[in-house]
């Protein structure tokens, strides 16, 4: 049974940083694609950023470029989100993914991801 579970989020204020951790089970963790996705109330969800299975190719949305940064630990099947400079426009629900079709490096297509994790909020104060 596969199983992600991601941890980190929480409430800060704007400018601050939180890291992210999805820990992962029941898949082979290195042959896989993972990518962080949130959605926000109202709205759809989002690719935030992904890395390929290589953890070489890596992909950000505009929105966050030079403030997040994605990493994964193959020997802990651990995959992480740095997110520092926090803006309330970040709040989100915040989501782990893993795929074996997905091209890393544009976070494409959604339907690839087919293993998702449960969820953890961030909530960015102004």
């Known amino acids: 049974q596969v199983l992600l579970v991601e941890s980190g989020g929480g409430a800060v204020e704007a400018g601050g940083s939180l890291r992210l951790s999805c820990a992962a089970s029941?898949?082979?963790?290195?042959?896989?694609?993972w990518g962080w996705f949130r959605q926000a109330p109202g709205k759809e969800r989002e690719a935030v950023s992904c890395?390929?299975?290589?953890?070489?190719?890596?992909y950000y949305a505009d929105s966050v470029k030079g403030r997040f940064t994605i990493s994964r630990n193959n020997a802990e099947n651990t995959l992480y989100l740095e997110m520092t400079s926090l803006k309330p426009e970040d709040t989100a629900m915040y989501y782990c993914?893993?795929?074996?079709?997905?091209?890393?490096?544009?976070?494409?297509?959604?339907?690839?991801?087919?293993?998702y994790g449960q969820g953890t909020q961030v909530t960015v104060s102004s």
């Open positions: 993914a893993a795929g074996l079709i997905v091209i890393s490096s544009s976070c494409t297509p959604v339907t690839g991801f087919n293993h």
């Open positions: 890395v390929g299975w290589e953890g070489i190719t890596t």
């Open positions: 029941g898949l082979p963790f290195d042959q896989y694609n």
